[in-house]
């Protein structure tokens, strides 16, 4: 079955300490897109790749870094310069033209 | 700055009646828009979407209503069913849409 795998479901982590969260997706799509769920907001966007080896900063792109090596993985680094790093994490990716995203089923992050 | 805005934290109606939620927004550079429905601990789910040129698409028991000039989108859900309870968002995106913006979110519970 074609889809995003986004691992671990649940993250806990100290202040101070940077963070890696997993994005792979099978579904051969180009564009790849990291955002974040607060309670009581919309998704806003970290970064997205659009193709291999290349990134945007999105709205709320500081304290975070992604790196985009291969086309099936697009993984978020959270980094101490984030001030308010707990958050559900949602990694997404999309086809080619108006083709809608796909999600994953997110990363729960917490930091103490 | 708040381009997109869901007013209705929350809906409840009864299973069979038609339950509608509503987006106001206004950027009007936007010419996509969608909507996603998310169940809790998931990642959202694409459910409709609307170009601009249009003002109504349907979808079964979906409908999603496009008034440009009021700058206003809303999704009908006619009947409406207790595993249509769930978190809505509408999303809006423009040139290929790169990046989406998302409202809120509408949490509808749908019972019996």
């Known amino acids: 079955d074609g889809g995003i795998t986004q691992s671990p479901k649940y993250l806990f982590r100290k202040e101070g300490q940077n963070v890696t969260l997993s994005c792979e997706q099978n579904l051969n799509h180009d564009a790849m897109y990291w955002y974040r769920q607060d309670p009581g907001q919309g998704l806003r966007l970290i970064y997205y790749s659009q193709i291999v080896n290349d990134f945007q900063k999105g709205d709320i792109a500081e304290g975070y870094s992604v790196s985009r090596e291969k086309k099936e993985s697009f993984p978020l680094t959270v980094t101490s310069a984030q001030k308010n790093p707990t958050a559900f994490y949602l990694c997404?990716?999309?086809?080619?033209?108006?083709?809608?995203?796909?999600f994953g089923n997110g990363t729960r992050l917490t930091v103490t | 700055d708040q381009q997109v805005k869901q007013n209705s934290p929350s809906l409840s109606v009864q299973e069979g009646r038609i339950s509608i939620l509503n987006c106001d927004y206004t950027?009007?550079?936007?010419?996509?828009f969608l909507w996603y429905k998310k169940y809790p601990a998931e990642g959202p789910t694409f459910l409709i979407s609307i170009s601009s040129i249009k003002d109504k698409n349907e979808d079964g028991r979906f409908t999603v209503f496009l008034n440009k000039s009021a700058k206003h989108l809303s999704l009908h859900i006619v009947p409406s069913q207790p595993g249509d309870s769930a978190v809505y968002f509408c999303?809006?995106?423009?040139?290929?849409?790169?990046?989406?913006?998302f409202g809120a979110g509408t949490r509808l519970a749908v019972h019996p």
């Open positions: 999303a809006f995106g423009s040139g290929g849409y790169n990046k989406l913006i």
């Open positions: 950027n009007s550079m936007f010419d996509y």
């Open positions: 997404a990716s999309r086809g080619d033209g108006n083709s809608p995203l796909h």
